[in-house]
């Protein structure tokens, strides 16, 4: 993806297996990433202007919002991203020293 930056976001475009283009606005507002993908939106926006995912940090955690379905207010989805932190990472030791036993 081609992207072009502002102090408000980020501009590009997907490309998707058929080579369709679809163009990518994502917009960052405080403790908020919005991500706008060109013919997909949300309930409460104009069209060509909806985000239906957002990624909302707040307390220091990470939540992942998706609206699967442009004709409901509330999230259809909602996803901590807590378990995915690095320092969440569980060290299997054994696996370590198979790989360094590998080289």
């Not at 309930?43 to 990624?55: C, F, Q, V």
């Amino acid at each position: 993806m081609k992207t072009m930056t502002s102090d408000e976001g980020f501009f590009g475009k997907l490309i998707d297996s058929t080579g369709k283009r679809y163009g990518v606005v994502v917009s960052i507002n405080g403790g908020q990433l919005g991500i706008h993908i060109q013919g997909y939106g949300d309930k409460t926006s104009t069209d060509n202007t909806g985000e239906p995912i957002i990624l909302d940090i707040t307390d220091g955690k990470l939540n992942v919002f998706v609206w699967d379905d442009i004709n409901k207010e509330q999230a259809s989805h909602i996803v901590n991203m807590e378990d995915a932190r690095i320092d969440k990472r569980i060290v299997d030791h054994n696996e370590t020293m198979k790989s360094q036993d590998d080289n």
